[in-house]
């Protein structure tokens, strides 16, 4: 019986599952090709024969004890608490999910964990308890995969039963007290400052000084790491690197001793970017910069995502990524020179409130990093519909204002000339411009200004259609304050994801005459219990109407002066048409044209 099926029995048994997985030795101690004399347990921090390790993973299982325990589960889950992620809209990476498995700290027979456990002198169970052991171990255990199912008893038990949710180890306290608690986090926090920069930090030095005056065509660095100076895997097909605050373009590499040469030299910089030329000592630290050229947002977030934080490219679910994209910014692009090792999370908080995204964010459940650009429902959009009467359990709506979303005023610079300036240097960007919603700032509304600046170093002087597109849509989203819900439903009702929009039909959202007035939200998270799903959603700009309608522009297939009246009620909904001079086509609102 599947998950959905089992969970609408209210009498069901519950069952948790953590799993685990470690690198174990696929060897066996002392046998060829491994000429290790001494014991060991097939883990790295225990072999005796690092030249011949051969990694393979080795999945631990734990569950919550139930009437039926799985063959191979330890039953030491005693309980699980999850916290879930919530993204911060158009804004950056918001909150990591963090769920932590409490576990108990008993003896333990090593039966299936201790591959020689036959052929010991000792019984493990007189030799302490379990997680001191698993620490010595396996003593490298952060980072690794962690999985934890949530599921019902049922015979015969199977995972696939049971719904999923991926994270990585963080850290584990308290072994030898009597329990444990193993931490574990969403993998965007690999993506954490102090865990992953972009470009990666180079070690090479200057073989020799560099003069002001001289047109360098290569450079030799001295490094044991040749490989980091490798030309950028992505467009354009060339790299450059820093030389204290002086930038050099280079197209190629050839191996040269004691590191690596740099060939077909560039120096005073390049495109949009200039540099003062200046003298260099033998010595001085080269570090290679990331170049990204007209590139489309999203190819920016994998690359930071898979070559900054080593985020697993099975996570990133690129094609769905695309089509959001090629949606709702076809055209958009941006460009920069980034000249030092930045935190990739740092990139992404400046990035995501510049690019029209709305969030990124890990959903547990389809186990992906998900995409959303700032827009309104689709057209085809297939919308929840949450209500007091079918789905709310009583009692729980809580509504409050998000004030800190009010935006009125945003300035803008753009066309960003010396790459190695400081991002708030005014006078080092080429062209800017001030939006500002006067009835947002005036006594009848907010009485006030509520300002952001945007310091456009990933735009050039061309982007300004791009980014006054950007801007329309940050203050038809945020010039007014929306309000943030908080809600529970029956867990029947646990389809409901971050991301999605809702109707929403309560007593605590209605109109000017005490009526229920459906209200469109979108989803921040969703908290599943035991038996009850938290749900925390903003209303939304877009998707409470107040940008009025909206529409795309008809394809070609089109016949050139096709009529409203010669077009199907699909193709009226769906597509774009000419209004009069009212106004309207034919009694009909016109849409609006979404920049």
């Known amino acids: 019986m599947s998950y959905d099926t089992l969970k609408t029995d209210p009498a069901r048994e519950r069952i948790d599952v953590m799993q685990i997985t470690v690198e174990r030795c696929s060897l066996t101690n002392g046998t060829a090709p491994c000429t290790a004399t001494a014991t060991c347990f097939n883990s790295w921090a225990t072999c005796k024969d690092k030249t011949n390790w051969t990694a393979t993973d080795f999945t631990l299982s734990f569950c919550t004890p139930a009437s039926i325990c799985p063959d191979g589960y330890i039953p030491f889950l005693k309980s699980v608490q999850s916290d879930s992620g919530e993204p911060d809209p158009e804004n950056g990476l918001g909150k990591r999910t ?182 260099h000592a033998a010595g001085d630290l080269v570090q290679k910069c990331a170049y990204f050229k007209a590139m489309r947002p999203i190819d920016v977030f994998q690359v930071l995502l898979e070559d900054g934080a080593g985020i697993d490219t099975a996570y990133i679910p690129y094609a769905d990524w695309l089509a959001e994209s090629t949606t709702w910014i076809a055209g958009f692009r941006i460009t920069r020179l980034v000249c030092d090792p930045e935190g990739v999370k740092k990139s992404f908080d400046e990035l995501i409130p510049q690019t029209s995204t709305w969030a990124i964010w890990w959903d547990e459940e389809s186990r992906e990093i998900q995409y959303r650009c700032v827009r309104p429902p689709d057209l085809t959009e297939i919308i929840a519909e949450l209500n007091d009467d079918q789905h709310i359990i009583s009692g729980s709506v809580k509504c409050l204002d998000d004030s800190e979303r009010l935006l009125n005023e945003v300035y803008v610079t753009m066309g960003q000339r010396d790459p190695v300036k400081k991002i708030d240097d005014i006078g080092n960007y080429r062209d800017g411009f001030v939006t500002i919603n006067a009835d947002s700032q005036g006594i009848n509304e907010y009485n006030g200004r509520r300002s952001k600046s945007i310091f456009g170093r990933w735009h050039p002087t061309g982007n300004r259609a791009e980014l006054t597109g950007l801007v329309d849509r940050m203050m038809l989203n945020r010039s007014f304050v929306p309000f943030r819900v908080e809600l529970q439903l029956d867990r029947k009702d646990d389809s409901i994801k971050t991301g999605e929009f809702v109707t929403l039909t309560t007593i605590a959202a209605v109109d000017e005459f005490g009526e229920a007035l459906p209200t469109l939200i979108r989803v921040l998270k969703s908290r599943s219990g035991d038996d009850t799903v938290k749900i925390t959603a903003r209303q939304d700009a877009f998707a409470s109407g107040r940008v009025g309608a909206f529409a795309r522009i008809a394809p070609d297939t089109f016949a050139a002066g096709t009529e409203y009246s010669d077009t199907t009620t699909d193709e009226q909904a769906y597509y774009m048409f000419i209004a009069a001079d009212d106004g309207f086509i034919d009694g009909s609102v016109a849409g609006k044209v979404l920049l």
């Open 98 to 279: 963090s769920v932590s498995f409490t576990l108990l700290d008993a003896p333990h027979d090593d039966i299936g964990i201790d591959p020689y456990v036959a052929s010991r002198t000792y019984n493990p169970m007189d030799r302490g308890t379990f997680w001191p052991r698993f620490k010595t171990r396996w003593p490298f255990y952060n980072g690794r995969a962690v999985k934890w199912y949530r599921g019902y008893v049922h015979e015969p038990f199977s995972l696939a039963n049971c719904k999923r949710m991926d994270y990585i180890a963080e850290e584990l306290k308290g072994w030898g007290r009597g329990n444990v608690v193993l931490t574990a986090k969403d993998p965007l926090k690999l993506a954490d400052n102090d865990r992953a920069e972009y470009p990666i930090r180079s070690t090479g030095r200057l073989e020799d000084a560099l003069d002001a005056t001289t047109s360098y065509t290569t450079l030799d660095i001295i490094t044991d790491r040749p490989t980091e100076y490798a030309i950028q895997s992505f467009e354009p097909s060339f790299s450059a690197v820093r030389v204290g605050d002086e930038i050099y373009k280079y197209t190629g590499t050839t191996a040269h001793t004691g590191g690596i040469r740099l060939t077909g030299v560039t120096v005073g910089g390049f495109d949009q970017y200039e540099t003062t030329r200046t003298t």
